[in-house]
């Protein structure tokens, strides 16, 4: 099914960005087991696994419009301490979900309502899940202190939730 061209690179847009999300994600995850933090690191891991699942989403509604895929993550630059890592992802997301409002505007000028209705879960997730966690972390770094958040995140990882 040959998809508007405008609409692809707008999915290869996309696509570039969750991949650059996903590899945030494993690297602050990475940084998080290194330090101790098993909970944000069993969460953050979580992330990761979802902006994958995300990119692939994306990738085949482009094979499908049969478009090339293109697969180069955006640039990124990682943070170092805890609160920098957490408000880079939150960052990412509110960027994420602006690209995403962007992109389901584009699919309805284009009448594309399987793409719009595809980025709309990917919007939900988005904003009801991971940037409400980012921001519920970093509120809880202010509410109860940057060393008193840090020593309840050392615990096991359980649920990623």
Partial sequence: ???HPEIIDCLNALLRGELAARDQYFIHSRQYEDQGFARLYARIDHEMQEET????AILRRILMLEGRPDMRPDAFTPGESVPQMLR???ETEYRVRTNLQGAMALCERHRDYVTRDLLLAQLR???EDHAYWLEKQLSLI???GLQNYLQSQM???GNPS
């Fill in 125 to 127: 997730d988005t904003e």
């Fill in 142 to 144: 202010e509410q109860v």
């Fill in 53 to 56: 699942q995300h990119a692939d």
């Fill in 1 to 3: 099914m040959q998809g």
């Fill in 88 to 90: 880079i992802d939150l």
């Fill in 155 to 157: 615990g096991g990882g």
